[in-house]
């Protein structure tokens, strides 16, 4: 495994990964940008940022395959992740659709498998399907994405739903709502919480008040939206392109965040008020 780290956090297994790991949504669909992106993807690793997330849909596969290169040798130091799409998450289709997934990422397992947000097939459907990989040692651990606290209280009803290593949802500092009552009951319920857009597709930075923060910190705004995730004590999956940006990304795990600046980010992003609808993007 990489001698850096980038922070941990455990899976209900006990299982640690990294805490801050690598996002590959809209990667590898522009071929002009191909090599710049495999080498930030393996600078990330070198980092110590080896939690890669992808999935099928991105680029209908491009996004994996790019993956698959990237890690062409390095296998055993990546947590990698994939999802499978919600047309394909009946029983058979789950397990199809996660051969596909591991062809192109030339890889014999997936280290974690999500549902990627719920459709028209049963729960039962899906986790029949992620038992049946379990079994066949094609996947490690199974989960879900985008699924909110009615979801994953139907999804431990059922025989083996109380195995969800992890619900991944959008969460970054103005996106607050699973604080109110979905992130607590993960935390209750032992589930990791792994947040993607954690800088909110960078929209974040623009922010005047984030902004203000990271000068006096002597940090940018990316690295304490990052900061400010990764204190909740979840997982974040921050996309990066170049390899500029990945050392950027991974300086936010050495940064501290005082109260002064904790108190002026919950002036700028008030955390919820009340229950919230799960947001996706």
Known sequence: MSAVSAGTTALP????????????????????????????????VDLGMTLVDTAEMYGDGAAEELVGEAIRGRREEVFLVSKVLPGHADRKGTVAACERSLRRLRTERLDLYLL?????????????????????????????????VADMAELTTLPGGDAAAVDQVLYNLSRRGVEWDLLPWCREA????????????????????????????????????????????????????????????????DLHLPAEALDALDEAFPPPGGPTSLEML
């Open 13 to 44: 297994s006990g299982e640690e990964i990294a805490a801050l790991g690598q996002g590959t949504w809209y990667l590898g669909e522009d071929p002009a940008r191909r090599e710049q992106e495999i080498a930030a993807l393996r600078l990330g």
């Open 116 to 148: 990627h947000w719920r459709g028209r097939w049963p729960l039962e459907e899906t986790l029949a399907g992620f038992t049946d990989l379990m079994e066949a040692e094609k996947i490690r651990h199974w989960g879900v994405s985008n699924l909110d």
């Open 190 to 253: 032992g589930v990791t919480v792994m947040a993607y857009s954690p800088i909110e597709q960078a929209r974040l930075v623009e922010v005047g008040a984030l902004g203000a923060v990271a000068r006096a910190l002597g940090a940018t705004p990316a690295q304490v939206a990052l900061a400010w995730v990764l204190r909740q004590g979840v997982a974040a999956i921050p996309r990066s392109g170049s390899p500029d940006h990945v050392r950027e990304n991974r300086g936010a795990v």
